[in-house]
């Protein structure tokens, strides 16, 4: 436990896992905590071990059982980065917490300190709000033919109607006045599709808010070249991940920003930066991603005038020109190390910034109401066929349809279109598309389509020496399409 000494007597201290990582976890987690220390944070510390060293103890998630049950327990973790080791089946720990404790919610600040910290964006202020549990972070990828493989993206309602709910609730407790979401819509109809479509529908609940969506390619570009203009930003999981990064590396560095992971039950709060292999065990990383998530994690847990102390100390070591390496340029007195920098911060305890906005710390958001988000009346669904893939490399598109067609005669379905990696190869087909070994075959027949017809045509299809790997069952949905079109049909 650390700062027991100076708690006034009958102050609780609240408990919290602390995970040290790896690489150059150690050292900014010891920095971290010194600084929390000093400034009388009232925290009973459980240390648990999560990653490299678990991995190669043979536990594949990297997180073991004594340690979900200290989190169990604890419900609020502060994490140092952790090292993913490359293939061998391991999966990302981060992901494995945020989807066994439900942590929908990553919140990403990041804001410019100029003109003590190098930005050609001085006034950026912007809060990456990102999706946490789904799209490709499923993890759920197949090779499916010996030249393809896939990632498997879901984005559902409840999910993106939850970070979409948070993102709005979060600018309205902060006073943000702007909401913008970014998709791939354009694209990705049906995934992104909802994505947007759910943000256009909450946002008609906060109409003291403006909103907006951007396509995110020209989102992103505009957030590298303008990022002043933006205020809170929802993204789904991987476009959020990635310009998280890009924020906080416009706003300074990459060693800067802070975050929190927040679920109904537990909250975790991290650097957004990797354990930095390359500089791990030298004594020169940043912390401050790290304690800006420490400061996030007090306010989370009641220890406001803690975290403003900190944070306070933090951006007047800042404005001194106390800095590290990552950070250090023409603003800078001297290039310190981490436990330097972590002392430069524990001498100016008690002092506040002399030009800098302290920020207000993040208010609570009203979490119990994005909880009870309104379900959506089911939809009338009925299949009216099915997409069978094919591992075929015996010939062409009209080489495999004729096979298909001879087959599957008597199973009530029709054979209406093949499709490689996308584009509808027959009946019509365009010379220039370069085929592959997998083949999307797309069956129709007077709907409903039943579980039995699609078995009877696998069977047809197994037996004419066809090996289908894969199927997709066709559905409308209140007489709509759940399904996208072939490019060209
Ligand atoms: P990284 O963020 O670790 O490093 C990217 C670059 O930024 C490196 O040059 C590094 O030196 C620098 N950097 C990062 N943090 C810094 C700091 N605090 N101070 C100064 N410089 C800093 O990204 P990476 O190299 O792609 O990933 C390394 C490992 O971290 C991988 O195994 C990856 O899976 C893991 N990772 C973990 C988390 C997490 O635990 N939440 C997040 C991202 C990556």
Not at 211 to 239: M, Q, S, T, W
Request: with cysteine.
């Amino acid at each position: 436990m650390i700062a027991a000494e100076r708690l006034p007597a009958g102050s609780i201290a609240t408990p919290v896992a602390v995970a040290h990582g790896d690489g150059i976890g150690p050292e900014i987690m010891e920095a971290t905590l010194a600084v929390l220390a000093a400034a009388g944070a009232r925290l009973d510390l459980r240390p648990i071990e999560i990653g490299e060293r678990v991995y190669r103890a043979g536990v594949s998630s990297g997180i073991d059982e004594p340690a979900l049950a200290t989190l169990a327990q604890t419900r609020v973790l502060l994490k140092a980065p952790i090292t993913t080791p490359q293939g061998g089946g391991y999966k990302s720990l981060n992901v494995t917490i945020r989807k066994m404790f439900g942590l929908y919610a990553n919140v990403r600040p990041c804001r410019a300190l100029a003109p003590y910290v190098h930005t050609l964006h001085p006034a950026m202020d912007v809060v990456i709000v990102r999706e946490n549990e789904e799209d490709v972070y499923g993890g759920i990828e197949h090779r499916q033919t010996a030249d393809v493989t896939q990632c498997l993206k879901l984005i559902t309602r409840t999910g993106t109607e939850r970070i979409i709910r948070y993102a709005f609730e979060y600018a309205r407790a902060n006073g943000r006045k702007r909401v913008t979401c970014f998709s791939k819509d354009n694209i990705m109809k049906i995934t992104d599709g909802l994505f947007h479509a759910i943000f256009e529908e909450v946002a008609t609940e906060y109409p003291e808010i403006a909103c907006e969506h951007l396509i995110v390619d020209i989102g992103a570009a505009k957030l590298a070249v303008n990022p002043e203009r933006f205020d809170v930003i929802v993204l789904p999981n991987l476009y959020g991940d990635i310009l998280s990064d890009v924020a906080a590396e416009l706003a300074g560095s990459v060693g800067m920003a802070g975050s929190a992971n927040i679920g109904d039950g537990l909250a975790m709060f991290e650097a957004i930066h990797g354990s930095a292999p390359d500089i791990a065990g030298t004594g020169i990383a940043n912390p401050s991603g790290l304690l800006n998530a420490a400061v996030m994690m007090l306010a989370h847990i009641g220890q406001s005038e803690v975290a403003q102390r900190v944070q306070n100390a933090w951006l007047r070591t800042i404005e001194d020109g106390f800095h590290t390496r990552d950070i250090y340029g023409t603003q800078s007195a001297r290039c310190l190390s981490t436990a330097e920098f972590a002392d430069a911060i524990i001498e100016r305890l008690g002092s506040s910034p002399r030009h800098l906005r302290a920020p207000a710390l993040a208010s609570a958001v009203d979490t119990a109401h994005i909880a009870n988000a309104t379900a959506k009346p089911a939809a009338h669904k009925e299949r009216i066929g099915v997409d069978v893939f094919i591992d075929f490399t015996d010939g062409n598109a009209s080489d495999l349809a004729q096979r298909l067609l001879a087959a599957t005669r008597e199973c009530g379905l029709d054979l209406a279109m093949i499709t490689n990696r996308g584009t509808q190869v027959w009946p019509r087909a365009s010379e220039m598309t370069r085929c592959v070994d997998h083949w999307r075959c797309r069956f129709t027949g007077a709907a409903p389509v039943s579980g039995t017809t699609v078995v009877k045509l696998l069977a047809s299809i197994e037996s004419a020496g066809l090996e289908a790997i894969k199927t997709e069952g066709l559905y409308t949905f209140d007489g709509k399409p759940g399904f996208s079109l072939g490019q060209g049909q």
